[in-house]
């Protein structure tokens, strides 16, 4: 069972997470065994997502299809893990649901968080929505621990794995190939040069070339 008290202890105290922040560190219980979670992540990219409680029937489907996206999460070398307001019980006797449910095979760590501690360093609690659960919060972490993406849905609503590997691509593609992508990206169209990168870097850097629509709006095809 849940802690309760961890609301009044904790939710006062709530970070704010903005991105370029380093994610705060923590150790817990996970359902592969204890973590560090920064030695954990280690060179990796992370993606570290919050569901309000085991047992219900849209993080259910969630948790499934993020275990049936694991080889696309490897291909782009992302841990994921899983977190939540309750027990390591919980989460034992709830992958046994998930699995059988959802025909799927849960091998990232569910990190039990029954005090409140994770949830408040991350701001996962939102009174105004619910005092007692966690909302559907996504973060993004890059090797060097920064945070590149912050997402936040309402408990109601299911995440798009689809959506997320898209964002994940275009944020390796900034990080590595200084290029941004313009709006409804899909991997394999071409990608916005970033303003950073003058003219001649850009011809060196992108030997496929570039198109020139303005002066700050240049495309080029995807490397």
């Given amino acids: 069972m849940r802690n309760k008290e961890f609301i009044n202890q904790n939710t006062e105290h709530m970070n704010t997470i903005r991105l370029g922040d380093i994610a705060p560190n923590f150790t817990a219980n996970t359902t592969k065994g204890r973590m560090d979670y920064h030695e954990w992540l280690g060179e990796n990219w992370g993606m570290l997502v919050s569901h309000p409680a085991d047992f219900t029937p849209v993080c259910t489907t969630e948790l499934g299809t993020m275990a049936n996206f694991q080889n696309e999460f490897d291909e782009r070398k992302i841990k994921i893990a899983a977190i939540s307001v309750d027990s390591l019980e919980s989460h034992f006797e709830w992958i046994k649901d998930i699995e059988e449910t959802q025909n799927a095979s849960v091998?990232?760590?569910?990190?039990?968080?029954?005090?409140?501690?994770?949830?408040?360093?991350?701001?996962?609690?939102?009174?105004?929505?619910?005092?007692?659960?966690?909302v559907r919060s996504v973060f993004i972490i890059a090797p060097d621990k920064k945070v590149k993406l912050i997402l936040t849905y309402p408990a109601a609503t299911g995440r798009n794995f689809d959506e997320l590997l898209r964002v994940i691509d275009s944020l390796q593609l900034t990080e590595y190939e200084m290029l941004a992508t313009p709006a409804n990206w899909k991997k394999g169209d071409d990608c916005v040069i970033l303003p950073s990168v003058s003219n001649e870097e850009a011809t060196k850097r992108f030997p496929k070339g570039f198109k020139t629509v303005k002066p700050y709006l240049r495309l080029t095809p995807q490397v």
């Fill in 107 to 134: 091998d990232f760590p569910l990190i039990a968080d029954a005090d409140g501690t994770i949830a408040g360093l991350y701001g996962m609690i939102h009174p105004n929505a619910d005092s007692t659960m966690t």
